[in-house]
Each structure stands twice: as C-alpha cells, then as structure tokens.
C-alpha cells in the first residue's frame, strides 16, 4: 500500500491564482480530511469527507472548496490565492471499525502566496 | 467535541520516562482519547489510543482515570529521536465526527 499521497510536495502561488491539492489514500478509508498547519498553531481541520459525494466544513473553511467523488480521493481547491493561505497541508485518511480508528497522515504540501 | 488542554512543551534527558498529561473534562461517553506524535516536515503519527484505564503498546502507555477527564500519555526512556510535538485529541467515531487537533506538546529530549 502507498498509503496516503499528496501532490504537489511543494508550490508558490501568486495572489488570486487557483490551484487543486491532491490527495489520494489506496486503504478504502471512509474519512478523508484536509488540516493546515502555522507555525504555533497546531493543525487545523479545513474540510472532511465522511464518504464518496459527503463533505462537511472544518475549523477554518473560507477560502477551500472540496468535492469527493471517489472513495480514494480528496481534492483541495484553492479558488483565489491569498497570502493568508501560505501554510503547510495535510491530507488524512482513517477507517472506522471497533474500538480502533487512527488517522493516517500523508506527507504534506507547502504552499507559499506571494 | 472536547476541548484538550496539554502543557506547550516539556524537556527531558536521554532514558528518563516522560509523562504528558492531557486534560478533557467534557469529554462525551462514546469519545476516544487519541494520542499523535509528529516530527518536523511530517505528517502526525498515531501513537496511542483508548477508552478507560491503561492501554500500553511497544511506543507508550496510556493511564486514563476513572472520571475519563484526563489522561497522561508516558514515554518510557525515552531518546533524542523522540523530540517531537504530541498532540491529544478527544473524540467519538460517528458519522460525521471529525477529530480536531490542538497546539499539542512540544517534547525536547537533550543527551
């Protein structure tokens, strides 16, 4: 299993410019989940999926769309850049099943608006 | 969803066992406690998780007391690889739900 991917590693962005984070996870999990992280600030959940064609807003959504058209996939879209955006991102993954359940991390985006 | 309150960091030596304790006192009935380790240009990585009482795995040992309003999350001797942030999260596993990580814990480990 490659577990869970995101591209690109690493990107800059103009200010207003768009551009879609990927995400994918090859282990069938139900939760797929985007978090950004600032220096000092912890993760922050900005959307998750319950399932294929089911999002919900997180903590911190202004600014993201997602969509969930597949169970392996988790698109983050950026529709208009902003520097308030520069962050680092995670894609999540976690299965649901008894008394166990663990997010499963990818490893990351950096994203810098200029 | 219950909010966590861990201390910003701690610091220990090499081999010493180092204890982080989590507070959750509105932690709800079908809420887990779950604990995540990350190191720099990292993902989280789980580290432990559960329900009541004591839970141990070859990483760390998890105490929860009976009142579920804490719980402490205990790294037995541990190395300089261990610096790292470690993050407590409460939640349940409902449709729905979704696990929100706090600043979490800075751990620095000095030879």
């Known amino acids: 299993n490659a577990g869970v991917t995101q591209t690109p590693k690493f990107q800059v962005l103009k200010t207003g410019q768009s551009m879609t984070l990927q995400c994918a996870q090859d282990?069938?999990?139900?939760?797929m989940s985007w978090y950004r992280q600032d220096p000092g600030m912890g993760l922050r959940l900005i959307h998750y999926?319950?399932?294929?064609?089911?999002?919900d807003q997180g903590e911190v959504p202004n600014g993201y769309n997602v969509s969930r058209s597949t169970t392996e996939d988790f698109p983050l879209r950026l529709l208009s850049a902003a520097p308030s955006q520069t962050s680092v991102y995670f894609c999540?993954?976690?299965?649901?099943?008894?008394?166990?359940?663990?997010?499963?991390f990818g490893p990351g985006t950096r994203l810098l608006v200029l | 969803l219950a909010k966590t309150t861990q201390p910003i960091s701690m610091d220990s030596y090499e081999g010493q066992e180092v204890n982080i304790t989590c507070s959750h006192n509105?932690?709800?009935?079908?809420?887990?406690i779950t604990w995540y380790q990350q190191f720099p240009s990292q993902g989280p990585r789980f580290i432990i998780q559960?329900?009541?009482t004591k839970v141990t795995n070859e990483v760390a040992s998890l105490f929860i007391p009976a009142d579920r309003k804490s719980s402490t999350l205990s790294l037995p001797r541990v190395s300089l690889s261990d610096t790292a942030v470690y993050y407590c999260?409460?939640?349940?596993?409902?449709?729905?739900?979704?696990?929100?990580f706090g600043k979490g814990t800075t751990l620095s480990v000095s030879s």
């Open positions: 559960g329900y009541k």
């Open positions: 999926s319950v399932g294929a064609g089911i999002t």
């Open positions: 999540a993954s976690s299965y649901v099943g008894g008394t166990q359940e663990t997010q499963y």
């Open positions: 282990m069938n999990h139900e939760y």
């Open positions: 509105n932690i709800a009935t079908n809420d887990y």
């Open positions: 999260l409460v939640g349940g596993f409902q449709a729905g739900t979704a696990l929100i």
